[in-house]
């Protein structure tokens, strides 16, 4: 039924492009990069930003080998203490991603984690129906933590920047095979938002569709989400092909929103991996894959990351759980970046780029 509605959406927004007024949201109206609604707040989860310690018991093996293009739910069991108390809940485990989730790529994929939302009321995970869980690309090897933490960061960057973002939570999990309980490995990995409860949080619904005009979505929230791409240096995105992207609908009479995920690719993450997603880019060079904005949309965008500017080098500066050589790297690529907008040649080469292609 949902997939009908969706097609009928999409159908309906080709047919009928949406129109509205840019210049009524600059000059003497602040900028805003949410629907002019009441948004509900996270679920209680994710409003706590504490490091949280869990662990998990599943047929990892099993997973693991499992096929990516068809996963199948494997029963298991998270553990974590709650006022010194021992808590076990059941959950389902699934494989879930495109490139990390193929073993030549990564040899620990991502996991969806669903829950039972009766047997998780009064605990911590309570109003969770699913998550998604980020884990270590290669499980065995430690240093691949530094890039699940840099990318949890750029996570943080973001939500920053909008609530029109994946809400997420830091965690410490021990991984044990219930085939083999000897084994056992403990990583850094970190907690997504559903789809859906983000969605539903923004009073909105997920549109599956493979083909997006750009020109159906909300262009100041649009540009928001490209100059953080370029912020962060990450051309491994497309909003017309709905890659590495979310697209939201709230009625069809207001126009699509655009929620990014998937930044390790990402010149902040910059993990071995990573490759172009241009081609004849180099990896280390910024890239705005934005369209052609006007000055005055381009200039009031500029000045929301400007105004949150020491906000996002605190998130940086004062994560505990990264060295200080890790930080100190992408510290500096964010002040690069603010370089660049302070200068007002650069910042018009930049992304007035597409207006002269």
């Known amino acids: ?89 059941p959950v389902e485990l699934k494989k879930r991603g495109k490139f990390r989730c193929n073993q030549e790529n990564c040899s620990f994929p991502p996991l969806f984690i669903k829950f039972d939302k009766k047997k998780v009321k009064g605990s911590v995970f309570e109003g969770l129906n699913k998550i998604k869980l980020v884990n270590c690309c290669k499980i065995e090897d430690k240093k691949y933590e530094t890039y699940v933490l840099k990318e949890y960061l750029v996570y943080r960057l973001f939500r920053q920047l909008s609530d029109t973002s994946f809400a997420t939570r830091l965690l410490k999990v021990t991984y044990i095979n219930s085939n083999q309980p000897e084994n056992s490995m403990t990583r850094f990995a970190f907690a997504i938002e559903d789809d859906d409860d983000m969605a539903k949080r923004l009073n909105a619904k997920v549109i599956k569709a493979s083909l997006v005009s750009t020109k159906d979505t909300d262009s100041s929230q649009r540009l928001l989400v490209e100059m953080f791409q370029y912020m962060i240096g990450n051309t491994d995105v497309s909003i017309p092909q709905s890659h590495n992207v979310e697209i939201l609908i709230t009625n069809p009479h207001q126009p699509l929103l655009v929620v990014p995920y998937d930044f390790d690719w990402s010149r902040m993450v910059n993990p071995p991996y990573a490759k172009p997603a241009l081609e004849g880019k180099i990896k280390a060079q910024r890239q705005f894959l934005g369209e052609c904005y006007s000055d005055t949309l381009l200039l009031s965008t500029a000045r929301i990351f400007q105004k949150k500017e020491q906000n996002l080098l605190n998130t940086l500066r004062l994560f505990p759980y990264l060295s200080s050589k890790e930080k100190k790297v992408m510290e500096e690529h964010l002040i690069n970046f603010y370089k660049n907008l302070d200068n007002q040649k650069t910042f018009f080469e930049v992304f007035k780029a597409p207006c002269h292609q």
């Open 1 to 89: 039924m949902m997939k009908k509605l969706s097609m009928k959406i999409v159908s309906f927004l080709k047919h009928k492009s949406l129109k509205f007024n840019l210049i009524l949201l600059f000059l003497s109206i602040e900028f805003s990069t949410s629907v002019a609604q009441n948004y509900s707040s996270v679920l209680p989860f994710f409003q706590d930003t504490a490091l949280l310690n869990i662990k998990i018991v599943a047929p990892f093996e099993s997973i693991i080998s499992d096929d990516c293009k068809n996963p199948q739910n494997f029963q298991g069991s998270l553990i974590y203490f709650e006022n010194g108390n021992e808590r076990i809940i």
